[in-house]
């Protein structure tokens, strides 16, 4: 008979067994395997051929997507991080008032948050279309010209990270509304006692008190934007003259149309790469950014 | 003789109806990709393409409605969606409350490191894993099958459902756990009797936030089923958007009878959605 | 009692949820009436319709059922592929991409055990067509279609130039003359309308146009015989390329470009929206022709040739018939194959077809519904001398974007010499060529391969 402690241990290890057979076949079997595969030719019809670094080579000297598709991501990045971040912000502040209907307004803004990826590709896809599309047409009302949007190299990007800002209305802002009311009134009634305005109390209470929040949501944004991919894949494929072709589509296209599932491995692992520098370097910066109650 | 309000009521006032305004109009602003979408699927191809927004079509084409089921298997589609969202939440709400458990409830050694690397596994991106795991499939002969979009479900049901329903077991009372092992229950019947049902609020959660991405989802699919008649709904929008790229009422047509099963789950749901999302800003 | 109420409610919900997994799960098809089916992958064309083989095919007999199942231009080479490694694809598809890529993947299964045994006559089909399906010695589908390329010409343009309408060009001199007395340039020296590009197919350069048949009619292969080495620097495309850019010598480029920036699509194409007087193009323009502009007087002719007496060149793309690799059903797919390419089979499919594909059977396109029309009369003299646009095979992609995409215009640009830029679209094409040998002598040696039926 085991004795009590390893029994429980052996119940335990019972409990967790699916998160552990799991892991073990979908999680460090894959990554291992992700690694040699990397370093192989393989298109999965006919067995893997190992040729050491040359697919990493290639990619970082010899292939003129790579370098455009890290482009793209990053211009996307740099450019929805802070907007979809200041959006819902700027949302829950304005919902941060006892106005009445907040249930109303909270879903509507809310909704597209929750709508599938290939929904809002297809409204957005819709409104974007330089001839019947809304944008235009309310464009046109105003006596504006409208771009080609996603028809056009240059409007592309802007297009889609316009797309995004429809969705700040979702969980993050709930956060950050939580996270508002959470604020002591007496901070803001000292501002307004030494005549401070709404930028003050917005820039030496709002921000500092939140700021770990804020931080958190913006590493997490900044790694899911590195994700884009669906939007690209259906509205775009890429296009037009590979303004979107996002570093996630180019893996994409290489694994599943080319099947070049080894070249595909190296671009994975280098994005694992990045996306950890990244996130290291947003920790770096956060230390002089974000104000912790009680230190950290 | 009518006092009016003093000034700082006044005030008071006049940036409360500001507020209304700026709130009103954004969500109308918000609205409108919404009411575009309803309007263009309620016309023809014909008046679709003008110029003028015309937000009430002139006559209501309804039978758009019943044409998009013409135009693909969209029923198909969704018996499909519902089969695989389904068991996908039966498996993570299973297999997710079992090991919640032995994280929560149960003391064992290097309980917390192992935990830690649950965590950890939510920072990997999916691209590392995707290809080796495909080519497993392959050889499982799994590929072309509703399984992979299933069974991995049962495995864990995802690192960040574990910790939202550890978070909830931790505030049950220890003392119903002491009194029941006293009892001479054993560990599973205390997980299946008492965890399970107290739990109730967040397995709802955790069953409307799978029930959310597993619906939405279409990568899953994209990868591993070739068949056409085996499309989930996301998947079929997709590939009627690479073929029938102009034909925008029908497109519109099937994107809000993809969007009404979310809208209708969240209308009667919502504190669960609320509840799953706020829950993911407090990890970390 | 409130207990069995709730009780009661939560079975009732466990069972819905159920119900509607179970409802939703998905069935197997199965046929119970003792013959053969098999799925047939295949492109849409330009109109949703069952091939005609198909109909024909399963009429004419009951012990074979073929479903065609039709699938989106875009991605259907990952579909296939991808039922493929799934282990169960359909049984027969047809494609248009270079047939030899996916026969070096293993992906399909070889058709010389079934030539063998029906001695089925591969001399049917023109050797262009044929010749792309062969791969390491074995044949690997069968030619299904095609589309075949003249030079049409604008009589009526012809006409106000002062040429004969009835004596289009027969040699590239011949042509340059014809196309220069068509020019029309007016006094601000904007272009109103050419007599040929040589570079161009309408919405994106193209070697095909010209420098490419140019090459082929003297004699270049551009891939050495063995299939290893590419040879893109060869002379003789040197020389096509340099008379492309000495034809443009009398040009200003730019507006050039700027005039071929007015093209477009259907009634826009430069050909028959009359802005281009003399177009290479395949039969799909016919087609369009009738479609846009019936009223059009247009003849079409032979491609040009070096020296009176001299070879044409034309490119001929296929659409080919194959069987997967693993499929269920090989010896069915392929009695529908061999039917659907007989020559009456073949023409009696144009015929129900609006598409203007031109037939792989030699025989079919000797046949009077053809030769009665004197353009077709052309194509199915072209094709006796067409050559595959796919020149190498296992970096297709690579040597038309490299030569398409990238040389022609840095040529004309003069930004970089013509020699530059096909030593330079050679290093990378055979880079590529190089990689996907690699990896073929090494799949070949590490499978050891010992039956007909399970090499490549």
């Not at chain 1, 211009?75 to 929805?80: E, L, S, T």
């Not at chain 1, 949501?217 to 934007?225: A, H, L, Q, R």
């Not at chain 2, 590392?128 to 392959?138: E, G, S």
Request: aromatic share 16%; charged share 15%.
């Amino acid at each position: 008979m085991l004795g009590h402690r390893k029994q429980d241990t052996l119940i335990a290890w019972l409990f967790v067994a699916p998160w552990a057979i799991g892991f073990l076949i979908f999680g460090l079997y894959p990554i291992i395997m992700s690694l040699y595969y990397s370093l192989c030719q393989y298109d999965v019809l006919r067995v893997p051929r190992f040729i050491g670094l040359q697919n990493y080579s290639q990619l970082l000297f010899e292939d003129p997507y790579f370098w455009k598709s890290l482009w793209n991501t990053l211009y996307y990045v740099v450019f929805r991080t802070p907007l979809s971040i200041f959006g819902s912000l700027l949302l829950a502040s304005m919902l941060n008032q006892q106005l009445k209907g907040m249930p109303i307004f909270r879903t509507i803004f809310f909704i597209p948050s929750i709508i599938s990826g290939v929904v809002l590709s297809v409204i957005w896809l819709w409104m974007f279309n330089p001839e019947y599309g809304l944008i235009n047409s309310g464009l046109a009302f105003f006596g504006l010209p409208g771009p080609l949007w996603l028809q056009s190299a240059s409007w592309s990007k802007p297009a889609l990270v316009l797309m995004s800002l429809w969705t700040v209305g979702g969980g993050r802002m709930l956060v950050f509304l939580a996270a508002l009311q959470g604020i002591p009134r007496h901070l803001y009634e000292a501002v307004e006692l030494e005549g401070g305005g709404w930028w003050t109390k917005f820039r030496h209470v709002t921000v500092p008190l939140i700021s770990p929040i804020l931080f958190l949501w913006t590493v997490m944004e900044v790694i899911f934007s590195m994700q884009v991919f669906v939007e690209a894949y259906i509205m775009t494929n890429g296009g037009p003259a590979n303004s979107t072709l996002f570093f996630n589509l180019h893996l994409y296209n290489k694994s599943f149309n080319d099947f070049q599932m080894g070249y595909a491995s190296a671009m994975a692992w280098l994005l694992l790469v990045i996306t950890l520098v990244v996130t290291w370097f947003q920790f770096r910066l956060s230390r002089r950014m974000v104000y912790y109650e009680g230190g950290k | 003789m009518m006092t009016l309000p003093s000034a700082p009521k006044m005030l008071r006032m006049a940036k409360r109806t500001l507020s209304y305004l700026f709130v009103s109009s954004s969500a109308l602003l918000f609205l409108i990709p919404f009411l575009w979408m309803v309007s263009s699927s309620l016309q023809t191809e014909q008046e679709i393409a003008t110029t003028d927004m015309r937000w009430i079509p002139e006559t209501f084409h309804w039978e758009n409605y019943l044409n998009v089921f013409e135009a693909m298997p969209l029923w198909t589609y969704f018996q499909n969606s519902i089969f695989v969202t389904g068991l996908f939440i039966l498996g993570t709400l299973l297999s997710a409350s079992l090991v919640a458990y032995a994280f929560s409830v149960l003391q064992w050694p290097g309980r917390d490191k192992v935990f830690i690397l649950v965590l950890a596994t939510m920072m990997l991106p999916m691209q590392v894993t995707m290809i080796p795991v495909f080519v497993l499939y392959k050889n499982i002969g799994w590929l072309n099958t509703f399984k992979p979009l299933i069974v991995p479900a049962f495995f864990g049901g995802g690192a960040f459902n574990i910790f939202l329903l550890r978070q909830f077991f931790l505030t049950i009372p220890r003392e119903l756990f002491d009194s029941a092992r006293i009892d001479g229950c054993n560990e599973f019947q205390i997980y299946w009797r008492i965890v399970l049902p107290l739990a109730k609020p967040a397995l709802a959660t955790v069953g409307i936030m799978t029930f959310l991405f597993t619906w939405n989802d279409f990568l899953g699919p994209l990868i591993y089923l070739s068949d056409k008649l085996k499309s989930t709904m996301a998947l079929g929008i997709v590939m009627f958007v690479g073929q029938h790229k102009t034909e925008w009422a029908l497109l519109m047509v099937a994107s809000v009878i993809m969007m009404l099963p979310v809208i209708l789950l969240f209308l009667f749901f919502q504190r669960y959605f609320i509840r799953g999302f706020m829950m993911s800003g407090i990890k970390g | 009692m409130r207990i069995w109420i709730t009780r009661a409610a939560y079975f009732l919900g466990a069972s819905i949820f159920l119900g509607l997994i179970f409802w939703g799960s998905p069935e197997e098809v199965v046929y119970e009436d003792g013959k053969i089916h098999f799925d047939y992958w295949y492109n849409v064309g330009q109109e949703d319709v069952i091939p005609w083989p198909v109909i024909a095919f399963n009429e004419s007999q009951d012990r074979i059922v073929v479903h065609p199942v039709a699938i989106p231009w875009q991605e259907s080479e990952k579909k296939i592929l991808t039922a493929v490694i799934s282990g169960d694809p359909p049984s027969l598809v047809s494609q248009f991409v270079p047939l030899v890529k996916w026969a070096s993947r293993m992906a399909l299964r070889p058709l010389d055990d079934f030539i063998e045994k029906d001695s089925f006559d591969t001399e049917i089909f023109y050797p262009a067509l044929m010749d792309e399906m062969i791969y390491m010695d074995r044949v690997f589908g069968l030619p299904q279609a095609t589309a075949a390329y003249a030079l049409f010409y604008n009589k009526d343009l012809f006409r106000e130039a002062g040429l004969d309408p009835e004596q289009p060009p027969r040699t590239w001199d011949e042509l340059i003359q014809a196309s220069r007395a068509i020019d029309s340039i007016d006094v601000t020296g904007r272009i109103q309308r050419m007599g040929y590009l040589p570079d161009w197919d309408n919405l994106m350069p193209s070697i095909m146009q010209t420098s490419l048949l140019m090459a082929w009619e003297k004699g270049a292969t551009l891939l050495s015989e063995d299939g290893r080495e590419a040879q893109l620097d060869d002379e003789r495309l040197e020389q096509s390329l340099q008379w492309v850019v000495d034809y443009y010598d009398a040009y200003d480029i730019n507006r050039v470009r700027a005039f071929r920036g007015t093209f477009g699509y259907d009634t826009q194409h430069c050909f028959i929206s009359e802005k281009v007087g003399m177009f290479i193009g395949s039969n799909f323009i016919i087609d369009n022709l009738k479609r846009y502009r019936p009223d059009m007087d247009y003849g079409v002719t032979t491609i040009p040739v070096h020296e009176l007496g001299g070879p044409t060149a034309s490119p001929a793309g296929v659409f080919w018939y194959a069987i997967p690799r693993n499929a269920s059903h090989p010896e069915a797919a392929w009695e529908f194959m061999a039917f659907s390419t007989q020559a009456e089979i073949q023409l009696e499919a144009m015929q129900h077809t609006k598409e203007n594909l031109f037939p792989s059977n030699r025989i079919a396109a000797r046949d009077d519904y053809f030769q009665k029309d004197p353009s077709m009369q052309i194509f199915a003299r072209q094709m006796d001398f067409a050559h595959s646009p796919a020149v190498v095979p296992l970096a297709h992609e690579v040597f038309w974007r490299e030569l398409n995409m990238n040389a022609v215009d840095l040529i004309i640009d003069k930004t970089k010499t013509v020699k530059e830029v096909l030593s330079s679209a050679n290093a990378q094409v055979q880079r590529e060529l190089s990689s996907a040998l690699e990896y073929q002598d090494y799949v070949l040696q590490v499978m050891h391969f010992e039956t007909k039926e399970q090499s490549p």
